[in-house]
């Protein structure tokens, strides 16, 4: 059974940075497909970032220039780097699998204080 755990999220001040990992077990080899997503409440998920065996992708405009996405293979995780935080990136967000999202982590709340 496929596993997707996701940590790293917290609080932080507009301006901070925080890295999320998305840690993958359960026989899938997360780095050839894996997306992070986001949900504030009252709002729709959002695809914030993907990547594939040989691409990375921000998708998300808001986001452009201050998220990377990035992967360990030997750790079988990917990351989503955050930096320069804003009060409008505060959400859940999630890891799946991609572009098929069979599975799904449990999401690890970031929240940004101005």
């Known amino acids: 059974q496929v596993h997707l755990v996701e940590s790293g999220g917290g609080l932080v001040q507009a301006g901070g940075s925080l890295r999320l990992s998305c840690a993958a077990s359960g026989g899938i080899n997360i780095i050839r497909g894996a997306a992070w997503y986001r949900q504030a409440p009252g709002k729709q998920r959002e695809l914030v970032a993907f990547?594939?065996?040989?691409?990375?992708?921000i998708s998300l405009d808001s986001v452009k220039g201050r998220f990377a996405i990035s992967s360990d293979s030997a750790k079988n995780t990917v990351y989503l780097q955050m930096n320069n935080l804003k009060p409008e990136d505060t959400a859940v967000y999630h890891c799946?699998?991609?572009?098929?999202?069979?599975?799904w982590g449990q999401g690890t709340q970031v929240t940004v204080s101005s």
């Open positions: 799946s699998t991609f572009p098929v999202s069979t599975s």
């Open positions: 990547l594939s065996s040989r691409s990375f992708t």
